[in-house]
């Protein structure tokens, strides 16, 4: 194999540009805008001055990932002091804090010792635990006990899992906060192990953003693919699939029909067309005249608002 073309400049796909290019494969990346970044971008959406992330924010895989620390550059991360926090009705918010034991602070006595049961052996051992889940679906897992532990409780649906794990609404509340991000009904087999991900990599590396904005991500990536002899080819809408040994698609499925539906396997094609696409995630972009300064409590963090008022 000696050339490579990637659909789309999004994270995913200019990370396989830079393995293959890194791989002496001439690869070119081709993007139908103008900026390069797909969702992880950012612009001046409010008032001058002000650059608001157009998707991705926070990433809290970004420090665990295998991929970006095999990369030979500094990524400006920022760690906020607690990673998230959950709204309740009752106007105040549950803490997912960096610390486990800051964080029990916020639940109900009775399911601190279980929590810390449930997280603190994925926290500890989450930098070998991302191995195995950001590797291929199909391998021999490099830490077999520490993976059959996490998947014992994530194949669960989310809904069951906080209920039999927990009985307080502070961290039943909190664990189907995290497994909302599945975008899965918290009923459905699996959506517990986004929750799982993403409180153990709280309490490990924490959820960085990116000092500058989401575009400073893609850029840096990008400088390091062209580094490596890579291509970028904007405002360049691929209709037809190029003739390159091979193509890989940074695409969303009714895209891929669009421009491949005809050269796709029968039975693949129907799965694309099949494809329902769903309620999205929408995020609230505001100007601030002033940096907001937080501090740590130890009880409930109030609110201003209700989840109703919100």
Not at 147 to 169: E, H, K
């Amino acid at each position: 194999m000696k050339t490579a073309t990637v659909i789309g400049s999004g994270p995913n796909g200019l990370a396989a540009a830079i393995v293959l290019a890194s791989a002496g494969i001439s690869t070119t990346v081709i993007e139908r805008n103008q900026q390069i970044g797909g969702a992880c971008s950012t612009a001046e959406i409010t008032l001058p001055g002000y650059r608001h992330d157009l998707g991705s924010s926070v990433y809290p895989l970004g420090i665990a990932s295998p991929f970006f620390r095999s990369l030979p550059m500094d990524i400006p991360w920022i760690e906020p002091s607690a990673p998230c926090a959950h709204p309740l009705d009752d106007g105040t918010a549950v803490l997912l804090e960096h610390s486990i034991d800051e964080t029990v602070e916020n639940l109900d006595s009775s399911d601190r010792r279980k929590y810390r049961s449930l997280l603190e052996p994925l926290a500890e051992h989450f930098s070998e635990l991302t191995m195995d889940l950001l590797g291929p679906i199909l391998h021999l897992p490099q830490q077999p006990l520490l993976l059959g532990r996490f998947g014992l409780s994530a194949l669960i649906p989310a809904a069951s899992l906080a209920r039999s794990r927990f009985s307080g609404v502070r961290a039943r509340a909190l664990f189907a906060g995290m497994a909302a991000h599945s975008v899965l009904s918290l009923e459905s087999s699996g959506s517990a192990a986004t929750a799982l991900v993403l409180m153990a990599a709280g309490h490990s590396s924490g959820w960085p953003i990116v000092r500058g904005g989401a575009q400073m991500l893609t850029d840096a990536l990008a400088f390091h693919f062209e580094s490596l002899g890579g291509h970028i080819e904007t405002r360049h809408e691929v209709i037809q699939l190029p003739e390159t040994a091979l193509i890989l698609a940074d695409l969303t499925p009714r895209q891929l029909l669009r421009i491949a539906g005809s050269r796709l396997p029968a039975a693949y094609r129907q799965q694309l067309e099949e494809f329902k696409y769903r309620a999205g995630a929408f995020k609230i972009d505001y100007a601030l005249k002033s940096p907001i300064r937080g501090r740590r409590r130890s009880a409930p963090v109030p609110l201003p608002f209700t989840s109703e008022e919100l």
